[in-house]
């Protein structure tokens, strides 16, 4: 079976002097430099922000395309009913 690899990149962005990538565990904080921890994050905040708000832009056009077609056959069959009384308005 294949091993499991870590985030290279980001462990060994944030250990601290003297500790082994590999070694990283999650909430150990004496493992990791507070400073490189902290610009690692700053780092991430755009890409995370920027996730964030595609998430509800595509809630909300997945609510509009489920509201849209009800709303619009409705608009519809209002319509068609005020035709159909303008056209017997006419003819008589």
Excluded: N
Excluded at 17 to 30: E, F, I, M, R
Excluded at 37 to 56: G, I, N, T
Excluded at 69 to 91: C, F, H, N, Q, S
């Amino acid at each position: 079976m294949a091993e499991l690899k870590s985030y290279a990149v980001w462990d060994q962005w944030v250990a601290a002097s003297g500790v082994d990538p590999a070694t990283l565990a999650p909430y150990s904080p004496d493992l990791y430099d507070k400073t490189a921890w902290d610009s690692m994050r700053a780092f991430r905040k755009p890409f995370a922000v920027v996730h964030l708000y595609a998430f509800y832009a595509l809630a909300v056009l997945v609510v509009l395309g489920c509201v849209w077609p009800v709303l619009r056959t409705e608009t519809d069959k209002d319509l068609e009913a005020d035709y159909i009384l303008m056209l017997r308005g006419r003819a008589q």
